[in-house]
Nanobody, 121 residues
Framework: QVQLVESGGGLVQAGGSLRLSCEAS????????MGWYRQAPGKQRELVAS???????NYADSVKGRFDISRDVAKNTVYLQMNSLKPEDTAVYYC???????????????WGQGTLVTVSS
């Protein structure tokens, strides 16, 4: 089994910063894409940022210039540096990965349990 474990959420004032981390563990052969989604109360889950192996990052328009996604491929870990946070960034942030297990035949999508980010005004 493969699982994603997130950390780094919490409460921060508007204008502040937080760094989220997500580590994949298990019998992993390869991960193509890792990314972050978020879901605010009463809203649908939306993509925040994603990063494909060897590719350029992809960001939601609402976070461009403020958030930065990076990966440590050797550690199967993805990070989300969030700067200039706004109250509208408040949400549960979920890590997502597209993974292939050792001995597996196809890639599958996995999700973390989510970490809450609260930005106070």
């Amino acid at each position: 089994q493969v699982q994603l474990v997130e950390s780094g959420g919490g409460l921060v004032q508007a204008g502040g910063s937080l760094r989220l981390s997500c580590e994949a563990s298990g019998r992993i052969f390869n991960i193509r894409t890792m990314g972050w989604y978020r879901q605010a109360p009463g809203k649908q889950r939306e993509l925040v940022a994603s990063l494909h192996s060897g590719g350029s990052p992809n960001y939601a328009d609402s976070v461009k210039g403020r958030f930065d996604i990076s990966r440590d491929v050797a550690k199967n870990t993805v990070y989300l540096q969030m700067n200039s946070l706004k109250p509208e960034d408040t949400a549960v942030y979920y890590c997502n990965a597209d993974a292939l297990t050792v001995g597996g035949l196809k890639y599958f999508e996995i999700w973390g349990q989510g970490t809450l980010v609260t930005v106070s005004s």
